[in-house]
């Protein structure tokens, strides 16, 4: 049997939802912070200094001591709002990936569709999924501090030299294991969403389909990841691009002594820059989980065969 060259016709699909249906990329963009692919890295890493602990103490909300509870209505409408729009954020996130799940799915077949009707009808699904979310989330967060319990045992002077031998082991296990939970997310949402099956079913059956196609999964985790690279590549060139005007026009103001041109440039700059790197976290977000997909129905098509496996079936017969 002639095997079709599984990871090209997934990412070349993948690129054609991209592609001819650009309102996907909305889609994409709340689906990054789920980090499922790799996109809401893409955001982190250049904000992620934006957030430090330092800019978000909140320690003054805690002092009631010194608390001016004539302000009391506010703080608790300002509360309300915050939580409203959170609730609200939550919700179109996960209605975002659901959404891009489903349309991925059947623009594979070249179906047409309204997709304002498809948002309405993954409404249905947000529970199930939201549940998915947070169960393997909470796995994510188990592991990842697994990952960084040693280092924290070492800086305190607590790590005995076996937990120091071991660290390597169970760093490679956490990271492992997180991303094995992230393609459990994409494959047991796939199945609610596009099966009907109940979370139970889901979460077992994306698993014996990992089980079943490990080698596949470990060989698309590196094809993205390298694609994942090429992106934050392209955000550094663009910072370049971008970067290089700015400090132009910036000395140019130092040296005909008007600031004001210098805020124009930098806030400018700031903002295209931001704009780039929500497109580009949109693009990844989107291409990213429609790839995942498309290897999903095939796996469960029983299509999808390691390059590796064949590989070796290739060699074996020339022996």
Known sequence: MKHQPLYREVLREALAVTRHHKIVLIFGLFAAFLGTGGALEVLARHFDALFSTQSLQMSWVFSFGNFDYSMGFWVLALGILLLGLAVLLIFTIINSFSTLIFTTDKFRKDKKMDLAKVWLAMKKKFAPVLGLVVFFKILIMIFGSLSVAPLWLVMNGTAGVGMIAM?????????????????????????????????????????????????????????????????????????????????????????????????????????????????????????QVAAWVLLFRRMHAGTAVSKLMRWAKFLKVCR
């Open 167 to 287: 660290y390597p082991l169970i760093f490679l296990f956490s990271i492992l294991a997180i991303l094995i939970c992230s393609f459990l997310l994409v494959y047991s949402s796939a199945f609610v969403i596009l099966e009907d099956y109940t979370i139970g079913q889901a979460i077992k059956e994306s698993w014996l389909l990992f089980i079943g196609h490990w080698l596949v999964n470990l060989e698309m985790a590196i094809i993205i990841f390298f694609i994942n690279l090429l992106a934050g590549l392209v955000s550094i060139v663009v910072a370049a691009i971008i970067g290089i005007p700015v400090l132009i026009v910036f000395l140019f103001s130092l040296f005909i002594q008007f600031s004001p041109l210098a805020t124009v440039a930098i806030v400018l700059g700031l903002l295209l820059f931001v704009l780039v790197v929500l497109f580009i976290a949109s693009v990844m977000g989107a291409y």
